[in-house]
């Protein structure tokens, strides 16, 4: 199997405050992870690569001192929404990438966040 | 960059008709389309997927076409259930100096019983 885990599922801070996501690959090692986030009733927008042992590859667009991503290991990446506004609530979804299954991605479960 | 566009972005159909979603991509370089079922709150499903050196693919009611000459990739479901209800994605990935997936917009399948 291919199994990504998020934690957490939810989150409500207030504004002003970080937030650290975390994706894990459960069963399989992802040498690359995806963060992406997705606006109600919107499409999945990329934000970054993540790489094991490497920076995160930004889109354009995409505040990199924003959105701090670490991964640390084969198997963890975390997103850390820093300083964060009301207008960065949204549904973030990371996916991970395993080479064995030639290009497809296996996606966490979301983490929905509300900044008050 | 690659741009992928999806229509319609909504579509309702009888239970038991077809249903077809259109997506057009820019980068002749993406090499691999997969589609994505995702239903409200929830993770994106893959249904179905396509790579480049094949023209269609079929599994049991989900049919999916490419031709790469016109950069044109469309999913076909027949019969029709209620549980088909949600938004569908298309996309479309490419790994040239790093693997990347662009979606499409979305389309709202809705199912009438």
């Known amino acids: 199997g291919a199994v990504v885990s998020q934690h957490p599922s939810w989150v409500i801070c207030k504004s002003g405050t970080s937030v650290k996501i975390e994706c894990r690959s459960l069963?399989?090692?992802?040498?690359?992870m995806f963060w992406y986030r997705q606006f109600p009733k919107q499409s999945l927008m990329l934000m970054a690569t993540s790489n094991e042992g490497s920076k995160a590859t930004y889109e354009q667009g995409v505040e990199k001192d924003k959105f701090l991503i670490n991964h640390a290991s084969l198997t963890l990446s975390t997103l850390t929404v820093t300083s964060a506004h009301p207008e960065d609530s949204s549904f973030y979804i990371c996916?991970?990438?395993?080479?064995?299954?030639?290009?497809?991605?296996?996606f966490g479960p979301g983490t929905r966040l509300t900044v008050l | 960059g690659e741009n992928v566009e999806q229509h319609p972005s909504t579509l309702s159909v009888q239970e038991g008709d077809s249903a077809v979603i259109k997506c057009t991509y820019s980068?002749?370089?993406?090499?691999?389309f997969p589609w994505y079922k995702q239903e409200l709150g929830k993770r994106p499903q893959l249904i179905i997927d396509i790579r480049s050196n094949v023209g269609e693919k079929k599994d049991q009611r989900i049919a999916v076409t490419l031709n790469k000459t016109a950069k044109h990739f469309s999913l076909h479901i027949t019969e029709t259930q209620p549980e088909d209800s949600a938004v569908y994605f298309c996309?479309?990935?490419?790994?040239?100096?790093?693997?990347?997936?662009?979606f499409g917009a979305g389309t709202r399948l809705f199912v009438k019983a």
């Open positions: 996916s991970a990438f395993k080479r064995e299954s030639y290009n497809e991605q296996f």
């Open positions: 996309a479309a990935s490419l790994n040239t100096g790093g693997f990347k997936t662009i």
């Open positions: 069963d399989f090692q992802a040498t690359t």
């Open positions: 980068d002749s370089a993406s090499n691999y």
